[in-house]
């Protein structure tokens, strides 16, 4: 049975405890099936490219929602998969697919994400909105909350913190994946935890 | 809180030490500061209850999970690879004039080496991480980032085109693959 984020501290505070194995950067890849899919899916097999899409679309549109928001989330994990579809041949098996595949959608967002934020009828999200954040919650809606806030933070902000925090890369490959200095990235990263420990308290 | 923390504090009335929490939380302080911030935490109650909650938050990202995606996107995947139908075909559709005002012959210069690097071709023309081909790297990274700035300073003139915003959006994704690319090649060597 899994084991509650939230724990009872002594003195009857709330605290967020790290549950590892919940973290999605490290759920396993079924690397060999992974590989033999691929291949298929490179020579024309649809069949086995679902099976791949079965198996990873999960991680990857948790990842289009939260950079992107859920309303054009369905769309981006559309063209990652297509886009990924179209770049098997260049798969060689040299990293997990789901690492490949996860590089393919990280460029894709990130596209989108500066192409986005050249409309600002798009990005109406420079001001931080508040949500209640006081009063008892259980874990889900302590999870909900901590969603809705993730995609309530400014752009840069949010990409930074998804890209540090949840994805785990470094603020050198963050700065280079952003044109970002990795000092631009570390402030970011301080904004947006600022911000979001207001829907935890 | 001690004096010297008081005497400290910004005009926003900030602790500025907290400005280095993060830091500090991520094992990015080199020691001395990380000694001094450690000797501050324990006479500041701001810093210490705002340390608790940031690693809180932290402690609750690594806990954001998957999440299913809707029963309508296989579908429309499927569709889209039988169907063989271009993701983005607009930007390739754009006039020799706006190609040219939005950099593209950059973009497709950079592009071409990056798929050389990408099946392989170059491991026949080039002997290994050789200054040749850092230096062709770093010209092509430098090219996209000119042609990213003559774009990004067309939108700035034109918001509502389109066409340039998909050209942006293409641009970035292929710079993107053009570092991971060459990060490929580099650990390959």
């Known amino acids: 049975m899994a084991r509650s984020p939230v724990q009872q501290r002594d003195d009857g505070q709330k605290e967020v405890v790290l549950i590892e194995l919940e973290r999605p950067a490290r759920v396993p890849d079924d690397k060999t099936q992974d590989l033999d899919d691929a291949a298929r899916a490179a020579g024309g097999d649809v069949a086995a490219f679902e099976r791949l899409y079965r198996r990873h679309s999960p991680r990857i549109y948790g990842l289009c929602c939260r950079m992107l928001g859920e309303p054009d989330a369905e769309d981006a994990l559309q063209d990652v998969f297509v886009r990924a579809w179209r770049k098997l041949a260049l798969f060689r098996g040299d990293a997990a697919f789901g690492t490949w595949l996860y590089r393919v959608a990280i460029n894709h967002l990130l596209g989108r994400r500066a192409a986005r934020a050249s409309r600002p009828e798009l990005n109406a999200t420079n001001a931080v909105e508040r949500l209640p954040a006081s009063g008892p919650r259980d874990r889900v809606d302590l999870r909900v909350d901590f969603e809705r806030a993730i995609r309530r933070l400014p752009e840069g902000a949010r990409a930074v913190f998804i890209l540090h925090d949840v994805e785990g890369y470094t603020h050198e490959e963050i700065g280079e994946m952003l044109r970002v200095k990795p000092g631009t990235s570390k402030s970011q990263l301080h904004r947006a935890r600022m911000t979001l420990r207001q829907y935890l308290r | ?189």
């Not at chain 2, 085109?161 to 293409?170: K, S």
């Open chain 2, 1 to 189: 809180m001690t004096q010297d923390t008081d005497s400290e504090r910004s005009a926003s009335g900030a602790c500025p030490w907290v400005s280095r929490l993060s830091d500090h939380i991520d094992g990015r302080l080199d020691p001395g500061t990380d000694a001094q911030l450690r000797t501050h935490i324990a006479a500041c109650e701001e810093c210490e209850s705002t340390i608790a909650e940031l690693r809180r938050v932290v402690a609750m990202a690594r806990t954001v999970g998957p999440i299913e995606p809707p029963a309508s996107a296989w579908p429309r995947i499927a569709s889209r690879i039988r169907s063989g139908a271009p993701m983005r075909p607009a930007w390739l559709r754009m006039s020799m004039p706006q190609a040219i005002a939005a950099g593209l012959t950059l973009a497709f210069g950079s592009g071409a080496l990056a798929w050389m690097l990408a099946t392989g071709q170059t491991e026949q023309r080039l002997p290994g991480p050789e200054e040749p081909t850092v230096a062709a790297l770093e010209a092509n990274l430098a090219s996209y980032d000119a042609a990213l700035a003559e774009i990004e300073e067309a939108i700035r003139i034109q918001p509502d085109d389109a066409y340039l915003r998909r050209h942006l959006e293409a641009t970035i994704e292929a710079r993107a693959d053009l570092v991971e690319t060459a990060a490929r090649l580099n650990l390959a060597q």
